[in-house]
């Protein structure tokens, strides 16, 4: 595929993400775009969009960036769609080739959860500072995505608990990474205990709503303590304040006392962690943002989701 080829695709690839997000958001929608590529230090581009795609994707015909992302992430004041970008970090880029089934090119059309919401009327932030949510054709699944849960208020037996575990905060988000044990006696390490209102305000979503995360009834905790896989706050927080390392996506390492390392990769929750044997919390020295690219990395476990009323 040469150059002018490329163009062409990159010009039919911004209606698939207009009409992608119009089938998500049920209406139409201007054809005005802005670009801007993930990162709040990114310019934004309102002018010769395709050819500025072109030059950050294409090097060469048989050298393309292979796994590219485009959405319609705001609508803005002048009535452009913002599409945000984010070209996933190869190096060096792998020669061109079919990525998606049955899709000749590199992108995958996205739609930011924030952007639906803002349509609909419910109030809600997106910020290319913060972690945002997005879905794609992969993840997109039937149902309403704003339906409110019946949530219930914290009792206070588990807001003394809460009072001794250290929060992490994102944002205006605050999170307790936490154990639960839950009335049927099962214990839950990687439980992320947090306010619904500044929640929904940063991921968009409600966890049982959004395809990858579970979710908890706060009903059924019978008692919560600081999660011992989680990482002390304080390097939880030195990652939040340095943002993803990709659309989607964090990397990062832990350093620890005896001067080993690990890296690791998960999403834009980053509070739990697999250890290496024999180590923990009080191991810690240091934590290395989007550091272990090149490394082999170990993905973060996954967690539970549960939100309490306000």
Known sequence: MNREEFSTLVSMTLEEVAQFAEEKAGQKLPRKFALQWSGSSEPRITENIVERIVERVFIDEKH???DVSLGICDLLDDGSLLIV???????????FDRIREGVEGPF??????????????VKDSFSLDRPWSF????????????????????????????????????????????AARMKDGAV????????????????????????????????????????????PARFANKLYEAGESGMGYTIFTVVFGDGSSQAYDAGNAID???????????????????????AERVHCPEYYGCLFAE
């Open 64 to 66: 393309i960036y292979p």
């Open 85 to 95: 970008g984010s070209v996933a970090n190869y190096p060096p880029p792998r020669p």
């Open 108 to 121: 995958t059309p996205i739609v930011g959860r924030a952007f639906l919401n803002k349509l609909v009327g």
């Open 135 to 178: 879905i794609s054709r992969d993840l997109a699944k039937p149902g309403p995505l704003h339906a409110r849960p019946d949530l219930q208020k914290l009792p206070g037996k588990l807001r003394d608990d809460l009072s001794a575990i250290t929060p992490s905060t994102s944002g205006d988000l605050t999170y307790w990474p936490c």
């Open 188 to 231: 839950l390490v990687c439980v992320y205990v947090v306010p619904e209102g500044p929640y929904i305000r940063q991921w968009g979503v409600y966890p049982q709503q959004d395809r990858g995360k579970r979710q908890i009834s706060i009903a059924d905790v019978e008692a919560l303590t600081d999660s011992p896989t989680r990482l």
């Open 272 to 294: 739990f962690v697999r250890y290496p044997e024999g180590k923990g919390q009080s191991d810690v020295v240091d934590v290395l943002p989007h550091e272990g690219r090149n």
